[in-house]
DNA sequence: ACCGAACCGTAACGTACGGTACGCCTCTGC
DNA sequence: GCAGAGGCGTACCGTACGTTACGGTTCGGT
């Protein structure tokens, strides 16, 4: 873990109008990666630069409130715990891993991920912080109840709850990830994410399901 | 697969002196990232820019030389297929994940990665492509014969050696590569590869191995 | 009606860096 | 010994872009 707090919501701190710009600065990342220009963002926003400075200090300000906006966008809600069978368990997982494969294959997912990546060896800015916070780190944050859950039902065995969640992690996203930042077109279509987040909740199931270790 | 024969050997055409100069270029990669300066290069090599541009033409093309110069390095030695035995198939596993993970935890890895994933998104190169084809792409030309090997041995059951190989792939290197281009300080020990390498393996038979599938 | 703050559009500045030109050195072949 | 090629070091050019400055406009408060 790189740094707490970064995944601090700002949405409350943001006026309307700042919002929008974010949005444009956010599809103008999506279009053109890092090599966007202030210029451009203000051009896009219908905002002057002056502007951009005095919200956002510089290019690296704009840069993490926007991600960081993005971010604030895409919390989802938690599952219920309560009456858990092996059924609603496995839909649990299926959800996930079909959620997951769906976020890290969209545009703007990809597109954080390259810039935050980008920046990540040369440490001006915590982008990427951000993004594992937001994406990684709170996929686990999220799916570790249903786990810890499973577990204590009886349906799931594992020792560390940590390790679990990434080997779940390694079977459904396995090479998708990293091919999509390196620019290979993965076909990803809902079917085939459906799918994937079957096959990988099965695999899953049959390494730490507790039938199958006595 | 983005791109046929973005592999080809270039260290023939490469004089002892240029293959010095990629060196020093990639060290420098390593260092400064993506936003190495021509001048950088030219110091640290101890050479002229006009020697630089007469060679590689221009910055892409020093950068992608230098990728393709790092991958013709790494090319490693393939499997004996011969006597298979589920110890040997099991050595051999183990062998491929230690290798990977301790490839991706490097630091010329991560640094490669880093700027062919920044780079994906503008296409003006084919950085992406080239590690692609010399990483995950030629991990799993090297594994899928001893895969099939293993299924003809009777040892191994599976469908497609492709989404085998996918499944490998995932549990070995799980979340670790994105973390560590995302700047997350994964401490990645010799012991913990070895850890790993096995627990991937192990997870791999119960998963693909013929005497659990009837 | 007036004032000031916030903001837009644009022009201007400074710099970093990719790319090129040129003078000088070294080494090899004749 | 010499000519020429190859290469080093450096100065130079053009440009793109981050950052700043400034005049004009809108708008809420008094």
């Known amino acids: 873990m790189l740094q707490a707090g970064a995944d601090i919501d700002r949405s409350e701190t ?4 700042q919002q929008a710009v974010l949005d444009a600065a956010l599809r103008l990342l999506v279009e053109e990666g890092d090599n966007l220009t202030m210029t ?22 704009l840069l993490t409130a926007t991600v960081q906006w993005q971010a604030s966008k895409v919390r989802v809600a938690a599952v219920d715990r309560d009456r858990l069978d092996l059924v609603s368990l496995t839909a649990s997982l299926e959800r996930f891993a ?31 912080a951000v ?7 709170a996929l686990a ?5 249903v786990l810890e859950a499973g577990r204590q039902a009886g349906l799931l065995d594992f020792e560390d709850a940590e390790t679990a969640f990434r080997t779940f992690f390694g079977l459904v996203g396995r090479d998708v990830q990293i091919r999509l930042l390196l620019g290979d077109r993965v076909e990803l279509t809902e079917a085939t994410i459906g799918g994937d987040a079957r096959r990988a909740t099965q695999q899953f199931l049959a ?8």
Chains 1, 2 share one sequence.
């Open 98 to 128: 079909s959620d997951w494969l769906k976020v890290i294959s969209s545009d703007t997912s990809i597109a954080l991920n390259r810039v935050a990546v980008g920046h990540a060896g040369s440490g001006k800015d915590d982008l990427g």
């Open 207 to 214: 390494l730490f399901g507790a039938t199958n270790r006595p």
């Open 14 to 17: 943001l006026t309307e109008r």
């Open 131 to 137: 993004v594992l916070q937001n994406g990684r780190f």
């Open 141 to 145: 944050r999220r799916l570790k109840p």
């Open 40 to 61: 451009a963002v203000a051009r896009r926003a219908s905002c002057s630069k002056e502007t951009l400075y005095k919200w956002f200090g510089d290019r690296d300000g």
